[in-house]
Structure formats: structure tokens, C-alpha cells
């Protein structure tokens, strides 16, 4: 049976599966205009912390949306619980591709059949994920960076994604202070995490050979590009542990990349040392 676009939108949640750092930004951005969020994971503190996190930054977020008003979030450990009646569900889970195709695979089974399924995976394309799902069609990727902060996202299709839905979210997901471009052949990293990946890596050679540390390119950064943050500071937000995984996926297709960025990171994280999340990554928290 062909997809069909979900209606009626406005007022039907979604579901955002995954509680990390960026499951409860993409909650707080799917709440900036009334309505509800779901928010599944089987670790309670998780849930209890992104809820928190929400609640927070709701009234300041939706007050910048337009149209905006302080919607609610909900969170639950019960997969089917958080799918009734959403129109989309953006999986934000850890960059393991054996737990994705597992969970895209309930996800087909389980949500609404109108229902859009997405991934915000970093670094897979959602075409690597599909091998259970029976509708690929109305699969994709939908990319965040550091909502609220950064609300550009990426859409990519897994292959087979039917056309409709692009444009669907491409006029949706600005109502919600999203804004999508869409990459029109499949790329690692994307479109804007593609650049950044080549300027993180040049980075993190730069500290490896000896030539720079992270706190004077960071220094130099925030001069030049007048940003509050440069490239080590970022990377810590994000996770070291994360930011190696990229790395390893970008080296696995490409071979030829330099070692030395990837040997660095992981001197930080057999450490212990992830960044924000732990305390200490290239900075001191």
C-alpha cells in the first residue's frame, strides 16, 4: 500500500526515542508550539533529566518560535506507549548500527502507518538500517546539530524515501524553529557536518604533531570567526567518546585520513576523559 503524508499534525505528538543530549534538544524544539512530546528510554534518570532539561528551556525557546507557545513533554519506558498516534519519530539513540536496525525495525511495525520515521544519526546513512523495516519509504534521515543553539538540519533520503515527505518537512519543520536542506545524494556527514568534520580533523592533527595545543586554536578561532566557542570546546560539548566514533566511520570509508586525530582522541577517552559529560576532555569542567 502507498504512504500516505500524516494529517492533522497539530495535534498529534511525536516521539523522540532516546534521552541522551540530543534527544531532549530535539524534544525541546518539537515542543515550542503546544503541543506534545514523547520521550522514550529505559533509563528513568534519563527521562527525568530530559524532562528537566525541557522545562527549563521551554518558555525562552518557545518565545523565539514563531507562533510559539510552551508545549509539554512526556517520558515513558514503553515503546508502544510513546508511538500512539505521533506523526513523526526522530530516533536519537547511540551511533551503534546493530541497535538502530533493531529499533527502525519496531519502529516500522509499531508507529502509525502515516507516521514519518526518521533517524538523527551523525554519522549512518538511514539506507544502512533499514534490512527489517517493510516501508522504507517513509524513512530518513533528519540530522540535528546543537538545537536550540544550532537549528539547521539535514534530510536525506535512505534510497527509497518517498519525495512527498522531503517537501512535507521541508515547509513542517520551520514551524517547530527548525530549518531543513536537504542533501540530494547520499553523503557521509551530511552536508554541513561533512565540512566540519574536515575542520575538526585538521584541528585535532595540528595538536597531534606537536604544533598547536587546543586551547590557543580555540583562542585563535574565536578571534578569526568570532564565535564564542572554537573547535575543542565543541568537541567536548559533544562527547569525545562521540566525536572518535565519527572518526573511526569517516576513516573506515577512507582509509587515507590521518591516524593522528584519531590516535589523540582516543588517549582522551581511554582516560575517561569525554569532555563536558565527564568533567574533563581537552578543558576542565
Known amino acids: 500500500m502507498a504512504f500516505t503524508l500524516p494529517t492533522s499534525v497539530q495535534d498529534r505528538p511525536v516521539a523522540v526515542i532516546g534521552a541522551g543530549t ?28 530530559a524532562r528537566e532539561y525541557v522545562g527549563q528551556h521551554i518558555a525562552e525557546v518557545a518565545g523565539r518560535v514563531d507562533g510559539g507557545a510552551p508545549g509539554r513533554v512526556a517520558v515513558t519506558d514503553d515503546l508502544a506507549k510513546a508511538l500512539a498516534d505521533v506523526w513523526l519519530v526522530v530516533e536519537a539513540v547511540p551511533e551503534r548500527l546493530d541497535l538502530k536496525r533493531e529499533i527502525f525495525g519496531q ?84 552536508i554541513f557536518n561533512r565540512i566540519w568534520a574536515a575542520i575538526k580533523r585538521e584541528a585535532l592533527e595540528v595538536v597531534a604533531e606537536g604544533v598547536s595545543t587546543p586551547q590557543d586554536i580555540d583562542g585563535m578561532w574565536k578571534i578569526n570567526m568570532g564565535t564564542p566557542a572554537g573547535p575543542f570546546r565543541m568537541m567536548d560539548q559533544v562527547g569525545l567518546d562521540v566525536v572518535l566514533d565519527i572518526e573511526n566511520h569517516y576513516a573506515a570509508e577512507n582509509p587515507a585520513l590521518p591516524a593522528g586525530p584519531r590516535e589523540l582522541l582516543k588517549k582522551y577517552v581511554d582516560a575517561g576523559h569525554l569532555g563536558v559529560k565527564t568533567g574533563q576532555g581537552f578543558y576542565t569542567y
Open 107 to 190: 519502529l516500522d511495525r509499531e508507529a502509525p502507518a502515516d507516521a514519518i520515521l526518521a533517524s538523527n544519526s551523525s554519522s549512518y546513512a538511514s539506507r544502512e538500517f533499514i534490512d527489517q523495516v517493510v516501508h522504507p519509504e517513509r524513512v530518513l534521515n533528519i540530522h540535528f546539530y546543537m538545537p536550540p543553539a544550532q537549528n539547521a538540519v539535514d534530510l536525506m533520503s535512505d534510497g527509497r524515501t518517498d519525495p512527498k515527505i522531503m517537501e512535507f518537512l521541508k515547509a513542517e519543520l520551520p514551524r517547530y524553529g527548525v530549518f531543513p536542506f536537504e542533501a540530494h545524494k547520499e553523503s557521509t556527514g551530511f
Open 22 to 49: 540530543l534527544g531532549r534538544r530535539i524534544a525541546l524544539m518539537f515542543a515550542a508550539r503546544g503541543g506534545l512530546v514523547r520521550v522514550y528510554d529505559k533509563s528513568e534518570a534519563a527521562g527525568e533529566a
